[in-house]
């Protein structure tokens, strides 16, 4: 197959699916969504004029980046998308699923115009600076390296409409159950370990594995004592050896794990505290809503569903690396909330309807041969299909593929009168 065919019949997948996360939006704004959703594919980029520049408009480019300004900031526009993504991803959650959430943050230290610069922690830098806080949720299997992109948000903590971190949590909790129900585990790192993310969560009856602070308070035994206590107390007879990858240097860990019954101050539901020994001084303690038992099987079953967790990490420095997220320069707040639903759509394409549809493989194999890479591929294959994407359709240009959706007109409906 000609590389401009399958340019063109990419063109046209983008197209359809673009047209399916615009469902309910009006003309102007699905062609809007198109248009974003092919120019962050062939520009790698979420800067608009990147994107303006790949939509070859024969006007000035001025003009075109006016118009995409202006049509990201509708109100709105970011939940209508963050729900269709969801809609689709319904089917690729099942009970198993891990359902990993992690909060992030873009920085933008020089930034002085963009709408509602708030602090946050810089990670490289390990200190604070200006900028925004993120979400993620992807979806994944301890037993698989495919991931399916559930939500992404961002926020300010001086926005008029912020109310808490938790708040916003707990707000995309409930935008993934109102999908997939009862169905997966939620996993989050320390930063979940809170009381206020806790009840809400047990309330709704959700499944988790959360890491917790030695701190945590813990009933076990009929005794409240700080989780860190338990822990040690606990017999680890379980073993297994790991490698792992850490600063580009292979690092040989042995594991011991052990777990104890135990529940939450002032809650009745019976929990488990899973500890594992080898990851540092002290040991890791993950809080759970699974059943656990003293099997080998099950056990390591849940270490490695929260060692899986980490692979978001991977995730997030993929979506700021390959689309140059930190990079933003919409001064809306608005529109810098809708970008992120925007760019959620951008990763389901790539990781579940390019990757995933048995159909599309043939063209991603032509995306993954479009890249030419000095050092061959590397493990996390999302790198290589946002690169070869931008390669193709860089080499063979065209303009993007709407699909519309028009609303159906309301039918009319005729009452029938009883017979007397």
């Keep these: 197959m000609k590389p401009t065919k399958v340019a063109r019949r990419l063109r046209t997948r983008i ?32 800067m608009l004029t990147e994107i303006g520049r790949t939509l070859e408009e024969p006007i000035a480019l001025r003009k075109t980046h006016e118009r995409l300004s202006r049509n990201l900031q509708q109100r709105g526009l970011g939940d209508i998308l963050q729900d269709n993504v969801l809609a689709l991803a319904e089917p690729q959650v099942n009970e198993d699923t891990l359902l990993i959430l992690d909060p992030s943050n873009i920085t933008k230290k020089y930034a002085r115009k963009m709408q509602f610069l708030a602090r ?25 390296n495919r991931m399916v992109p559930l939500y992404q948000q961002l926020w300010s903590s001086k926005a008029p409409d912020f109310v808490s971190e938790n708040d916003e949590i ?6 993934v159950r109102a999908h997939v129900g009862g169905r997966g585990v939620w996993v989050i790192d320390r930063g979940g370990d809170r009381i206020n993310l806790f009840d809400p969560l047990l ?25 860190l206590q338990v822990a040690r107390g606990c017999r680890c007879t379980q073993r297994r050896v790991i490698t792992r990858i850490r ?16 529940r939450l101050p002032e809650r009745t539901e019976p929990l488990y505290l899973l500890v594992i020994h080898g990851f540092g001084e002290e040991p890791l303690m993950l809080l759970t809503t699974e059943l656990l038992r003293a099997s080998q099987r099950c056990l390591w079953y849940w270490v490695r569903a929260y060692i899986k967790r980490w692979s978001i990490e991977e995730t997030i420095r993929y979506v700021k690396t390959c689309y140059d997220l930190e990079n933003v320069r919409v001064l809306n707040y608005v529109g810098l909330q809708n970008l992120m639903p925007l760019l959620l759509a951008v990763l389901f394409f790539a990781a579940c309807v390019l990757d995933h549809d048995t159909r599309l493989r043939v063209i991603a194999g032509y995306v993954e041969r479009a890249v030419k ?3 061959g591929i590397p493990d996390f294959k999302y790198y290589v299909l946002a690169d070869g994407l931008r390669a193709l359709l860089a080499r ?18 005729l009452e029938l009168a009883h017979p007397m």
């Excluded at 996360?21 to 062609?31: D, E, F, P």
């Excluded at 922690?121 to 698989?144: C, E, K, M, P």
């Excluded at 309330?203 to 989780?227: E, I, K, N, W």
Aim: charged share 25%.
């Design 15 to 46: 197209g359809r699916f673009s047209g399916d996360v615009s469902k309910g939006l009006g003309v102007v704004a699905q062609r809007f969504v198109s248009e974003m959703i092919y120019g962050m594919q062939a520009s790698q980029s979420v």
């Design 396 to 413: 063979n240009p065209g303009p993007p593929v709407t699909r519309i959706h028009k609303k159906q007109p309301k039918q009319l409906r």
């Design 247 to 262: 600063n580009e240097r292979e690092e040989v860990l042995e594991l011991s794990y052990g777990f104890r019954k135990v």
């Design 373 to 375: 890479r000095l050092f």
């Design 120 to 144: 946050v922690r810089d990670g490289s830098a390990h200190d604070f600076a200006s900028g925004y806080w993120t979400l993620h949720i992807i979806g994944t299997q301890v037993n698989s």
């Design 170 to 175: 707990m707000r995309a909790v409930d935008a």
């Design 203 to 227: 309330d709704r009856g959700a499944r988790f594995l959360v890491c917790l602070r030695g701190d945590r308070h813990l009933v076990y035994s009929s005794l409240t004592l700080p989780a």
